[in-house]
């Protein structure tokens, strides 16, 4: 296991995703999540205290991860009916439906919120009111902190409980459920049977009964540290009305990604587009990811999750009549239990089934790792000493080309003519008249 010391190499760090399932499954409690330089949370090994029972590298996801093997799947896109939880998502509403149906059933939906101070973590939530906290992407890599201990607390009262996240923090979910409350056993057994009758990795006796998992397409999460930094410096911007971040915002529409600021009453402060906003441009620009997605092992199609859900940009392929700009979310079911949840959520859906093959295509995050920018580790050095405003000046500059940009984008949507403009890019983008 790798543990933060301070001067461990990229390449070590890239062996933990820090999901925190080792701290959470120790028996001894002496392991402790702590930031390194770039804000990354890593084990931290009281070695004083470790009994050496192996059960933190055992249970490590990035350890254990398993091969891309396939079993049957469904495929679907999907929009939630509730059009204004539908402009609130980052896609088509798709994880607010299935977390509604487990409140329905009396349980608990764990997801990444913003805490105090704009910190990301998971926390969990049973009440309606409160869903909201998860929707929207949030560009950094969470902090799971209790939450697995939480969730593994309320499946053993028989409460539903739904966790979503990254691929990474699902698997490490899981294992540390396994260990916890499995007597080890990772994960069920399929091997020996031929690929057509092999079934998905269930997991619905016992503890993993009434546990709903959803995991994202994740490009890669960056560093925490890095959206302090721009945290701060909207913060100094404009001070105390500054009263929620939202990466993902439909400001130019759903196909034009847009991070907003927003006050207290809901109103726009600042609205810059991947272009133009800093922090997007960084993200896009894997300037910041954490170490391990670089050489991610969750990167593939089968998954011991029960949803992986993530955008549909290209709606028109599958259903042209779901191409309205306003968000639509790819959804690849893996279970007997996903199937079941799906069918019960398809009255609060617009939906289209879609051969998996074809929703899958082509989809290079669900495929490939991020490439390490040859800019990041200069970038990191400047993040852990600089200021968010000299940071992302230095970087990621205001320049004409910005402000060009920006301008031609706001006078086209104040003259009306931004919708028809973007598709007609959109379409000669991707080829198609
Ligand atoms: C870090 C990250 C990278 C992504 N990269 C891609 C990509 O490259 N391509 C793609 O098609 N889709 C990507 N997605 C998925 C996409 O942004 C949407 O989450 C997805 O389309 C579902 O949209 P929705 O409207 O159904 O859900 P929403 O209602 O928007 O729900 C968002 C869900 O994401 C979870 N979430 C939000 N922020 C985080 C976080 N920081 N860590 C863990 N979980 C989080 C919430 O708990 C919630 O379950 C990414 C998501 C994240 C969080």
Same mark, same amino acid.
């Given at each position: /296991?790798?543990?933060?010391?301070?001067?461990?190499?990229? @390449? @070590?760090?890239?062996?933990?995703?820090?999901?925190?399932?080792?701290?959470?499954?120790?028996?001894?409690?002496?392991?402790? /999540?702590?930031?390194?330089?770039? $804000?990354?949370?890593?084990?931290?090994?009281?070695?004083?205290?470790?009994?050496?029972?192996? +059960?933190?590298?055992?249970?490590?996801?990035?350890?254990?991860?398993? !091969?891309?093997?396939?079993?049957?799947?469904?495929?679907?896109?999907?929009? *939630? +009916?509730? @059009?204004?939880?539908?402009?609130?998502?980052?896609?088509?509403?798709?994880?607010?439906? *299935?977390?509604?149906?487990?409140?329905?059933?009396?349980?608990?939906?764990?997801?990444?919120?913003?805490?105090?101070? =704009?910190?990301?973590?998971?926390?969990?939530?049973?009440?309606?009111?409160?869903?909201?906290?998860?929707?929207?992407?949030?560009?950094?890599?969470?902090?799971?902190?209790?939450?697995?201990?939480?969730? $593994?607390?309320?499946?053993?009262?028989?409460?539903?409980?739904?966790?979503?996240?990254?691929?990474?923090?699902?698997?490490?979910?899981?294992?540390?459920?396994?260990?916890?409350?499995?007597?080890?056993?990772?994960?069920?057994?399929?091997?020996?049977?031929?690929?057509?009758?092999?079934?998905?990795?269930?997991?619905?006796? $016992? *503890?993993?009964?009434?546990?709903?998992?959803?995991?994202?397409?994740? #490009?890669?999460?960056?560093?925490?540290?890095? =959206?302090?930094?721009?945290?701060? /410096?909207?913060?100094?911007?404009?001070?105390?009305?500054? !009263?929620? *971040? +939202? =990466?993902?915002?439909?400001?130019?529409?759903?196909?034009?990604?847009?991070?907003?600021?927003?006050?207290?009453? &809901?109103?726009?402060?600042?609205? #810059?587009?991947?272009?133009?906003?800093? /922090?997007?441009?960084?993200?896009?620009?894997?300037?910041?990811?954490?170490?391990?997605?670089?050489?991610?092992?969750?990167?593939?199609?089968?998954?011991?999750?029960?949803?992986?859900?993530?955008?549909?940009?290209?709606?028109?392929? =599958?259903?042209?009549?779901?191409?309205?700009?306003?968000?639509?979310?790819?959804?690849?079911? #893996?279970? @007997?239990?996903?199937?079941?949840?799906?069918?019960?959520?398809?009255?609060?859906?617009?939906?289209?089934?879609?051969?998996?093959?074809? +929703?899958?295509?082509?989809?290079?995050?669900?495929?490939?790792?991020?490439?390490?920018? &040859?800019?990041?580790?200069?970038?990191?050095?400047?993040?852990?000493?600089?200021?968010?405003? !000299?940071?992302?000046?230095?970087?990621?500059?205001?320049?004409?080309?910005?402000?060009?940009?920006?301008?031609?984008?706001?006078?086209?949507?104040?003259?009306?003519?931004?919708?028809?403009?973007?598709?007609?890019?959109?379409?000669?983008?991707?080829?198609?008249?």
């Amino acid at each position: /296991m790798i543990t933060v010391s301070g001067n461990n190499t990229f @390449e @070590e760090k890239q062996a933990c995703c820090g999901c925190g399932a080792c701290a959470e499954i120790c028996p001894a409690g002496c392991i402790r /999540m702590e930031a390194d330089a770039e $804000g990354f949370l890593y084990p931290c090994v009281d070695a004083d205290r470790c009994i050496g029972c192996g +059960l933190c590298e055992k249970h490590c996801p990035v350890t254990a991860a398993g !091969a891309d093997e396939p079993f049957p799947q469904e495929g679907y896109i999907v929009q *939630i +009916l509730d @059009e204004e939880v539908r402009r609130q998502s980052t896609a088509g509403g798709a994880f607010t439906a *299935i977390a509604r149906h487990v409140l329905q059933q009396g349980g608990v939906v764990f997801g990444a919120a913003y805490t105090e101070g =704009f910190k990301v973590r998971h926390v969990g939530v049973d009440r309606e009111e409160e869903l909201w906290r998860f929707r929207n992407s949030k560009y950094v890599q969470s902090e799971t902190a209790q939450a697995f201990k939480e969730a $593994g607390q309320y499946l053993q009262q028989g409460r539903y409980v739904c966790f979503s996240g990254t691929p990474c923090q699902i698997e490490g979910l899981l294992n540390y459920l396994s260990g916890k409350y499995r007597g080890g056993r990772q994960r069920p057994e399929t091997e020996g049977a031929g690929e057509k009758d092999r079934k998905a990795p269930e997991c619905r006796d $016992g *503890i993993f009964e009434k546990l709903v998992t959803v995991d994202v397409v994740c #490009h890669a999460v960056p560093s925490p540290l890095v =959206f302090e930094k721009y945290v701060r /410096m909207q913060k100094k911007r404009f001070g105390d009305r500054m !009263a929620s *971040i +939202l =990466f993902r915002e439909k400001h130019f529409g759903y196909k034009y990604s847009t991070m907003t600021v927003r006050d207290g009453e &809901g109103r726009d402060l600042y609205a #810059h587009g991947i272009d133009t906003d800093p /922090m997007l441009r960084a993200f896009f620009s894997d300037v910041c990811d954490r170490p391990s997605c670089y050489a991610c092992r969750f990167k593939k199609r089968y998954r011991r999750s029960d949803f992986t859900i993530w955008d549909c940009y290209t709606v028109y392929q =599958f259903d042209p009549r779901m191409d309205d700009d306003r968000g639509t979310t790819r959804v690849l079911v #893996h279970s @007997e239990k996903g199937r079941e949840v799906f069918a019960q959520i398809r009255e609060s859906l617009r939906w289209s089934a879609v051969e998996p093959d074809a +929703l899958t295509a082509g989809v290079r995050e669900m495929f490939h790792s991020v490439e390490v920018s &040859g800019r990041r580790e200069a970038f990191m050095r400047d993040a852990a000493v600089l200021g968010g405003r !000299a940071l992302f000046q230095k970087w990621f500059p205001e320049d004409w080309k910005v402000r060009a940009e920006r301008t031609a984008r706001n006078v086209l949507v104040r003259t009306g003519l931004y919708s028809g403009a973007k598709k007609m890019l959109f379409r000669i983008r991707s080829g198609r008249k």
